[in-house]
């Protein structure tokens, strides 16, 4: 039997994961808030006072960077500009990563069949159950044209199997020019364990979007899928396993929640230069593939909790992304969060590897903390406005112009490194300290070339680097450390 009902919005956990106001200066967005299943729904009496808007917030967050912090206190506000006191200190992760409800967020996901009844929805929501054995759902749909003039959601609950055919889906998404509705704009489906994916928009493709191309990234072309124009702001998908390659590329959402997905695809996001995408939460991805989220460019806060590695491009162009919390992660590929202009800091205590471009182009970081990065690959660190200190305490290779071009940085702490690649940490001109080990590096050529205040310290034997000559700038200055 189908089940019919419109329930309301009532304050709850958070399920969200992208919202269109993340500044984490202000307090955290709250959302149409999802509760586990079984939780109590709202009826029609109850109050309405937590329906939100995408741009409205709550107020439960402290203000991350008020004041200066210490390593001694409550740490290093980044945002505020602040130097370790001891520069061999570990200045620990930016506050704001334990502070910001959006970035602190770590709640996890588990499945269990949903029927209507089961979750909040926001108000005007309607929910029924929908049997995909029957390849019917264009009809249902126009059965409930009435109902759905007025409602401004749909919660669709599958029975009879985990997907949708091409056609369900198409009708899902078409609604709103099959029937004529223009208010609807929140899609809920649960059930759904599996998705189809895009199709590239090759020259060849014979889609309507043959040949167009995205810029930048490893795909020249964009992928077609069905979302394109469709009527769908804010997408629920909790219960999907994963999200196939090219699945909402060039979409339009401004909320997104995708709480079981465990991997993300190529392209599955990628060029969405204006969707108001601003928080990401993804509490069960694993792995983010190439270009994922490239030219996401409203992303101002990104949590991955779990995951492992993204690829190259993954985040490439989000030029608002201010916040990136991956405390898993091992590896970030090349230009991973390149152009990223508003960067202002990162938690990535387990990363081991650092690609090749991976940050560029930034103008508020100011600290970079990698405590367990080994590896920095070509020109990962460069031209960087305001960046002021490197710590990488465990860090053994830098490789070509790895840390280059950077007009404010005056401190590194590198004192696990053995290999200096060709101009590793050259054209910084205000690099006053470089911490080294106890063993001097192996050096190539024009290593320090460019940046002329550096003082070399290490923790070794004074006769072991007696004959230590920097290369690019053999006049520096090598002593021990104070």
Request: with cysteine.
């Amino acid at each position: 039997m189908l089940v019919v009902g419109t329930v309301l919005a009532v304050a709850g956990a958070g399920a969200i994961v992208l919202t269109s106001d993340g500044d984490p200066s202000r307090p955290p967005a709250a959302a149409h808030d999802l509760a586990t299943p079984g939780s109590p729904v709202a009826t029609e009496s109850a109050p309405t006072t937590a329906t939100t808007t995408s741009s409205q917030v709550s107020a439960t967050s402290a203000t991350p960077g008020a004041g200066r912090g210490s390593v001694r206190d409550a740490g290093l506000r980044y945002s505020e500009g602040a130097v370790p006191e001891d520069p061999t200190t570990d200045p620990g992760p930016d506050p704001v990563f334990a502070n910001d409800p959006d970035l602190r967020r770590d709640d996890g996901y588990s499945y269990r069949t949903g029927r209507p009844g089961d979750h909040r929805l926001a108000e005007g929501t309607l929910a029924f159950q929908y049997d995909v054995t029957t390849n019917a759902l264009k009809a249902r749909l126009a059965e409930r044209r009435s109902e759905l003039a007025e409602a401004t959601g749909i919660a669709l609950y599958l029975t009879g199997g985990t997907a949708l055919s091409d056609g369900d889906l198409a009708a899902l998404q078409g609604v709103h020019r099959d029937l004529g509705l223009g208010n609807l704009s929140r899609l809920y489906v649960y059930n759904l364990r599996a998705i189809q994916g895009g199709r590239e928009c090759t020259p060849a493709s014979r889609l309507p979007c043959a040949g167009q191309q995205a810029r930048g990234g490893k795909f020249p072309y964009l992928w077609h899928n069905g979302w394109w124009d469709t009527w769908v702001e804010q997408l629920v998908l909790d219960d999907l396993v994963s999200v196939p390659d090219g699945a909402f590329s060039n979409h339009k959402f401004s909320e997104v929640s995708l709480r079981g997905a465990r991997s993300i695809g190529v392209m599955a996001f990628g060029h969405a230069p204006y969707a108001k995408l601003s928080v990401l939460y993804l509490p069960s991805v694993d792995t983010i593939a190439h270009d994922a989220f490239r030219r996401n460019q409203y992303l101002v806060k990104v949590n991955l909790p779990n995951a492992t590695e993204v690829d190259d491009f993954a985040f490439d162009d989000a030029s608002r992304l201010q916040y990136l919390t991956a405390p898993q992660l091992r590896r970030l590929g090349r230009n991973a969060v390149n152009d990223s202009h508003e960067l202002v800091s990162v938690n990535l205590p387990r990363l081991e590897y650092l690609g090749i471009n991976c940050f560029d182009l930034n103008h508020r970081l100011v600290g970079l903390r990698l405590p367990a990065l080994v590896e920095m690959d070509k020109n990962a660190v460069t031209n960087f406005s305001n960046l002021r200190w490197v710590h990488a305490p465990r860090l053994t290779t830098v490789r070509h112009n790895a840390i280059t071009n950077n007009a404010k940085l005056t401190t590194m702490v590198i004192p696990g490194v053995t290999l200096l690649g060709p101009g590793a940490v050259q054209g910084n001109p205000a690099l006053t300290a470089v911490y080294l080990g106890p063993t001097p590096p192996r050096q190539e050529t024009d290593v320090f070339t460019g940046s002329p205040k550096a003082t070399v310290y290490h923790t070794g034997d004074p006769a072991a680097w007696a004959t230590f000559e920097p290369s690019g700038n053999p006049g520096l200055a090598v002593r021990p450390k104070p």
